[in-house]
């Protein structure tokens, strides 16, 4: 079932009401839970968490969201903008990563983000629309929410002849990504046992 919706930007009033979607659509993901094996302290340390990148997105990039509430959140960093800055990742509150998460867990989570870095910079050249994040809320999925979401940045890629780019650490989002033109680049698992993990490229269509 497919739903009609409105896509808008958030603002950044809704900061923490799609921080903690995006936390309910990513608490199963097998990457967060590899990075927070224990349920509770996942669940305390994902809104937190989803607040950096979706504050980022607000800063640096594009955020779009279901417009009469939040429903489901894309955050998107334009062309020009990759690599993010580590300075602005900071100020959005990466800075406090090491304390909330504790050592073991920011180890595996910074030598995923070099690794991933490294294939991003081979792979995609720099002018290029990078999806950072995409999450519907567990409750509203399955009615096309997540294709609403990043269709107008899709739109404006095709029409400025800019590639897409993500990584999914999810094998059940491939053929929804493959359905909008994705195509898997990189299949790999993250460094220090990590769970596997997907690249994908989405060329500029006509």
Known sequence: MTRKTEVGQLAASQLKEAAEVLARAFFDDPFMVWLTPDDGKRTRLLPWSMSVYARYGLRCGEVHTTADRVEGVAVWIPPGGFP???????????????????????????????????????????????????GVDP?????GLGGTLIQPVLARAD?????????????KNLPFYKRHGFEVLVEDSFPKGGPPFWTMKREPQR
């Not at 409750?139 to 009615?143: H, P, R």
């Open 139 to 143: 409750a509203q999925q399955g009615q």
């Open 84 to 134: 993010m800055s580590i300075v602005r990742l900071m100020l959005a509150g990466m800075i406090l990563s090491p304390l909330k998460r504790g050592l073991p867990s920011f180890g595996r989570l910074m030598s995923a983000i070099n690794y991933t870095e490294h294939l991003h910079k081979r792979d995609v050249p720099p002018e290029h629309w990078y999806l950072l994040v995409l």
């Open 159 to 171: 029409g400025e002849g800019f590639p897409c780019y993500l990584e999914s650490a999810n094998a």
